[in-house]
């Protein structure tokens, strides 16, 4: 597979640089390891870690959608109090680690729903569960990963001209020498 760039790993940084790389009119491949995109936030159940000012600055157009479709998704799919429902900064979970605790499956509807556009346009791909299991390196420049389905055991080569390590634990450091 070819494409202008790779993304390894889909978590919340994986699918921002996807996104952002879609909505720039490039052609994307992101891979995830996992059955599902959204790393803590949908792996781990993790809410988002954020400074309390984070309702009024301090954060992406993309990340103040995403917390906004949480709070929409919510509103138009739970039962919630008249209240609940006209509060702006609705915190579903009502945890106090964050300004937005939701359920996981709520977190992954919505990315999923603000990637679909560019799937439907041919402009992203989404592949999972696929990890990293080698890299194609020329000197400096990464040519090419190969990711490996976690059941099949099928393996792709995928080649970008910007390859980005979007996984947790930065998979592609020690497989391109990095």
């Known amino acids: 597979m070819q494409a202008d760039i790779l993304?390894?790993?889909g978590g919340l940084g994986g699918v921002a640089a996807a996104l952002g790389a879609a909505r720039a009119g490039k052609r994307v491949i992101m891979t995830e390891e996992y059955d599902w995109i959204g790393g803590q936030l949908t792996s781990q159940a993790v809410p988002s870690d954020e400074h309390s000012w984070v309702e009024q600055f301090g954060i992406t157009r993309s990340y103040r959608a995403l917390r906004n479709g949480v709070r929409q998704y919510?509103?138009?799919?739970?039962?919630?109090?008249?209240?609940?429902?006209?509060?702006g900064d609705l915190n579903p979970g009502g945890g106090w680690v964050s300004r937005i605790c939701a359920e996981p499956r709520v977190s992954l509807a919505v990315m999923e729903s603000m990637l679909m556009p560019y799937v439907g346009a041919d402009r992203l791909t989404v592949l999972k569960p696929y990890r990293p299991v080698a890299a194609d390196v020329d000197?400096?420049?990464?040519?090419?990963i190969t990711v490996k389905h976690r059941d099949s055991g099928a393996e792709i080569v995928i080649s970008a001209d910007y390859i980005l390590d979007a996984t947790e634990l930065g998979d592609l450091l020690p497989m391109t020498g990095t």
């Open 74 to 87: 919510y509103r138009d799919h739970y039962p919630l109090t008249e209240g609940a429902r006209a509060w």
């Open 139 to 144: 000197g400096d420049r990464v040519r090419s």
């Open 7 to 9: 993304v390894v790993g």
